[in-house]
């Protein structure tokens, strides 16, 4: 995970604020099938990464509540 990012992780654990790192997530994901998660031309997701990130916030509130 990039250094900011572990940061912000930080910050939010500090807080006691739940975060959820969705690097190495989107990372393995684009390793196993080469496509982007990110419109190419600024860092915002494509619709493929929203599908992603949702899923895994998704599982991660079930998690929570059982």
């Not at 940061?7 to 654990?13: E, G, K, L, R, S």
């Not at 684009?30 to 599982?59: C, M, P, Q």
């Amino acid at each position: 995970t990039p250094v900011v990012l572990q940061q912000v992780i930080q910050w939010c654990a500090d807080l006691n604020i739940e975060a959820v790192d969705l690097f190495p997530i989107f990372r393995q994901d684009f390793l196993a099938t080469g496509e982007n998660l990110y419109i190419w031309d600024n860092l915002h997701w494509n619709a493929r990464g929203n599908r992603l990130a949702s899923k895994v916030v998704l599982e991660a509130l079930q998690n929570d509540f059982k």
